[in-house]
């Protein structure tokens, strides 16, 4: 089996799995619309963002898409735990294929889900008023799609440490409340304490949320092009360091 063949398999498996649950698909869309309906509506009537086009809903628009994607691919890597209690990651490990290609196909086929998500809330910006054109869709998607296989591969990272859904899931709650909130996704990442902008710009999903608002809003703090370096580093990074460790516990996974 060539290296091509085995990323498409793989990512053929997690993307067929994503769309067998269409519960997921229903809920990951109707928890961001509750978010940007209730959450954008209730706190922006208090909140006035200055030269910010569409109010607060449209301010936080892409900090809600890179929420939804952020969510989406670190706990799907709850899949990994899955294949370890049902013996499928050994007949992976014993598959011809480098580590770094077993990870990339889980990783595409994570995030295939993750894009699906963001697409369906793009197509839906009428809802908060933010006018949609092809290049801005087709920007957002790129964009979209380097954050994904960034924090899939966070997610596969965390994984491979864990035995047990349970302790997954509470590693979870503390890695991805923090990252959601200091990305800036809710607020403006402007005239923050010093302490605290550190912090932030520490966080990779700042730097995609912020690619995401000025592609789609036109009003981004960073240039794009460092934020789109930022993350695909980011992305590239996570995916090494998952093989890594995929590569490490393979002993004790055989």
């Known amino acids: 089996m060539g290296e091509f063949e085995g990323i498409y398999t793989i990512w053929l ?17 109707f928890t961001p619309l509750l978010w940007l309906l209730v959450f954008g509506v209730g706190l922006g009537s208090a909140i006035k963002l ?23 691919c670190i706990m799907s890597g709850i899949g990994i735990i899955i294949d370890k209690q049902y013996g499928f990651l050994k007949e992976i490990m014993v598959a011809p294929l480098s580590r770094t290609s077993i990870i990339l196909g889980k990783a595409l086929g994570i995030s295939t889900g993750a894009i699906i998500q963001a697409m369906l809330l793009l197509l839906l910006s009428f809802v908060v008023g933010v006018p949609m054109t092809p290049l801005i869709f087709i920007g957002a998607t790129i964009i979209s799609i380097i954050i994904s296989i960034g924090f899939s591969g966070l997610g596969l990272l965390i994984a491979s440490f864990m035995d047990s859904m349970e302790g997954f899931n509470l590693v979870m709650s503390f890695v991805i409340m923090p990252i959601f909130l200091l990305s800036g996704a809710l607020f403006p990442v402007t005239d923050l304490p010093s302490w605290l902008n550190f912090i932030v710009y520490l966080d990779p999903l700042t730097y995609g949320v912020d690619a995401l608002r000025g592609v789609i809003l036109g009003e981004s703090v960073l240039p794009i092009e ?8 980011f992305a590239i990074l996570m995916i090494l360091l998952s093989a890594i460790v995929f590569t490490k516990k393979e002993q004790n996974l055989m």
Do not use: D, H, W
Request: no cysteine.
């Open 13 to 29: 498996r997690e993307a067929k799995r994503y769309v067998r649950y269409k519960s997921r698909i229903i809920t990951a869309i």
């Open 50 to 72: 200055g030269g910010t086009t569409g109010g607060y809903e449209a301010f936080i628009y892409p900090g809600i898409i890179s929420q939804t994607i952020l969510f989406t």
């Open 226 to 233: 460092l934020s789109l370096i930022v993350i695909s580093f």
